[in-house]
């Protein structure tokens, strides 16, 4: 991949790595064997999952284009395709030692049970993984759970709220402006004046954010004892890890940054169904 091609949210990965003199570029198997010790392939194949919310970013219905919707969105979001497209950008910017690292980490017996628990959750019906997901957190914020604490320092460790803001913007952006140049939107606005729009509202989407992660967490890591969890925390604000996560925060991103552009653009060859 070209390095004019990426996006901003991605590019800040490479200036943090340039500074690596002698890292050496992993071969694609590696990285196709780091994907899948650490559930990261599995990540990234669930981004189609989410595709459905696409439409209601322009005002749109989700249902209204039916099963077009659901052969397009499944196209564009194609688990293969992204997951080559991960390889790539992994293959680009990490070095051998954190690709090591993390599969040291994610090798080991408690770091198989926590790919085996995050893959199911990545994979789980979301309305199911909510309720329940939201249940477990009553119960742990009325027990005052060492818990509630141990998921979000997971999150800072790992920068997960700051980097989704960041994301989340860029991706309505891009979404935005290509559905716009599509002409199936009528939201009307320049590109600077939707990012300061949609900075503006920054404090409630770390909100969001943050307690969608709490419940997302309860749901995942409910079979995990607390020392597990104490065990987990310890690995992720190691530097390397902090390092490993950096970067695959901005690969995910990125790919569903470049997807949901693609997506907009190609709205305009969708048309309403009508119930008969």
């Keep these: 991949m070209k390095t004019s091609r990426l996006a901003p949210i991605f590019a800040f990965v490479l200036m943090t790595l340039a500074a690596l003199t002698g890292a050496q570029a992993a071969e694609e198997q590696d990285i196709r064997d780091f994907l899948k010790v650490t559930g990261f392939d599995v990540a990234i194949a669930s981004i189609q999952q989410g595709a459905m919310a696409g439409p209601a970013l322009t005002g749109e219905d989700p249902d209204v284009f039916g099963r077009q919707w659901v052969r397009l969105a499944e196209e564009v979001f194609d688990p293969e395709e992204m997951i080559a497209e991960a390889v790539a950008m992994i293959a680009a910017v990490m070095p051998d030692d954190l690709l090591d690292h993390g599969v040291e980490f994610y090798g080991s017996p408690l770091g198989q049970r926590l790919v085996e628990v995050e893959n199911e959750s990545h994979m789980a019906d979301d309305a199911e993984k909510y309720a329940e997901g939201e249940r477990l957190t009553g119960e742990l914020l009325d027990q005052d759970s060492i818990r509630v604490d ?11 709220t700051e980097t989704a803001i960041k994301s989340i913007v860029e991706i309505q952006v891009r979404y935005l402006m290509a559905a716009m140049a599509a002409g199936v939107s009528d939201f009307e606005i320049s590109e600077e004046d939707l990012r300061l729009m949609l900075m503006e509202q920054a404090g409630e989407m770390r909100k969001n954010i943050e307690v969608n ?5 309860a749901y995942a890591y409910r ?3 607390d020392e597990d969890l104490i065990d987990y925390l310890a690995a992720l604000q190691e530097p390397k890890m902090m390092q490993v996560y950096e970067i695959l925060n901005a690969v995910q991103y990125q790919i569903m940054a470049e997807r949901y552009e ?6 305009v060859d969708l048309r309403p169904e009508q119930e008969l």
């Design 213 to 217: 992660s709490l419940v997302a967490n």
């Design 223 to 225: 079979d995990l004892s």
């Design 150 to 160: 141990l998921f979000r320092e997971m999150g800072r460790a790992i920068g997960s």
């Design 262 to 267: 693609t997506l907009a653009s190609r709205l």
